[in-house]
């Protein structure tokens, strides 16, 4: 966000993550993007969260490994939701900042926005990777300067490594 800030972009955060679990981590990681989104003056639209959706959309899934069909699956609803939002709002571009995490495979997200941004018209997926350029070091040192949370997993009960399943 502070780069496309920075380089002269106006950009609204939309917090669309049904996947997150459980709802406390859900809440704790959309405090920490509006709290972001306060500090940059960017807008902050709010998708809702609703678990349940995202579990029947992934159903048969569930024994995926990461970076597989679930997260695919995972992506599709995440960035249709997205360019809908785009498309009704007028902005041309979407992108997200999944391109930026460790979790995840680029050319699988690269794939999803661009399959969901052929759902609306008018609207394009922008395919930046945001691991690189040195945006990964500037995340660690946004983290540490503003004491940021710095989630240990991608968000859904199926990413969670062992050290991490005692809150499910």
Known sequence: MEWMV??????????????????????????????????????????????????????????????????MQCFRLRLGATAVIASEKGFPVITTTLAGSRWKDFQQITEAGNMAASLVEDVVYWDKDWKKGGLTERRRILLKENNF????????????????????
Request: contains cysteine; proline residues 6%.
């Open 6 to 71: 920075e380089n002269g972009f106006a950009p609204t955060i939309f917090f669309y993550n049904p996947n997150i679990f459980p709802s406390e981590e859900y809440l704790k990681r959309k405090e920490e993007c509006m709290r972001y989104a306060r500090l940059l003056d960017v807008e902050f639209i709010d998708g809702d969260y609703d678990h349940d959706i995202w579990r029947k959309k992934i159903s048969g899934l569930e024994t995926e490994p990461e970076r597989g069909l679930r997260c």
């Open 149 to 168: 949370y710095n989630q240990q997993y991608c968000g859904c009960e199926f990413s969670m490594r062992p050290d991490l399943s005692g809150i499910l």
